[in-house]
């Protein structure tokens, strides 16, 4: 089984002082998608949080799992292979607190931005592949948040985490049946394919 995941922080790296410091961020929401299952899982640590949410959940959740149980989280990501977007540098380390050591995880984890800056020797961004890989307009585009979106509606912030675990599922999806991904090259001002064998 593979998962899509997704975190949102509750401070940003500039409260923080620092990418260095990212583990001291916190986790607003965590959010886990399962190909296999074609189901959500919606981790809120905050016990209270979590039930005010639920006590209102809106029809569109309710095929989503809910939990403040993060062993339970962390159990999943150590059984099964887990793909995002620069989570090896981000994602991983705002679940140190909850995990300790995370390098036992790595191996089964497909980190698509490292990837492809290993493979073509850049520095890129989700945002340089996910729009292009996907065909995405401007308005589409900006869905996808970033890990400074800071905003005090649980709902927004779920939604945009389940947004970007489907932008992910979509690029990865994408790689596997067509063998690249596409990705927008600056020094050539060019969109262009990198084959890839995950």
């Known amino acids: ?3 899509f995941l997704d975190i949102q922080p509750q401070r940003s790296l500039y409260d923080v002082g620092g990418l260095e410091n990212c ?7 965590c959010v886990v998608y399962s190909d296999i299952l074609d189901e959500c899982s919606i981790f809120i640590p905050d016990d209270s949080r979590l039930e005010q949410f639920q006590n209102t959940l809106p029809d569109v959740y309710l095929d989503d799992h809910f939990s403040s149980d993060m062993d339970e989280l962390i159990s999943a990501l150590e059984k099964d292979n887990v793909v995002g977007f620069d989570i090896k540098s981000f994602e991983y380390h705002l679940l140190k607190p909850y995990i300790g050591n995370i390098s036992h995880i790595h191996p089964s984890t497909i980190d ?5 800056c290993k493979s073509l020797g850049l520095n890129l961004s989700a945002e340089d592949v996910i729009p292009h890989t996907l065909g995405l307009d401007k308005t589409q585009r ?3 948040i970033s890990h400074e979106c800071k905003d005090d509606d649980l709902e927004k912030i ?15 999806t994408y790689g596997v049946e067509n063998g690249f991904v596409k990705y927008f090259d600056a020094r050539s001002n060019k969109v262009l394919d990198l084959e890839v064998d995950w």
């Not at 583990?23 to 929401?29: L, P, Y």
């Not at 779920?158 to 990865?172: D, M, P």
């Open 1 to 3: 089984m593979t998962l």
């Open 23 to 29: 583990q001291e961020m916190g986790i607003s929401v």
């Open 112 to 116: 698509m931005v490292d990837y492809i």
């Open 142 to 144: 900006d869905r996808h």
């Open 158 to 172: 779920i939604s945009c985490c389940k947004n970007n675990v489907e932008l992910t599922h979509g690029v990865y």
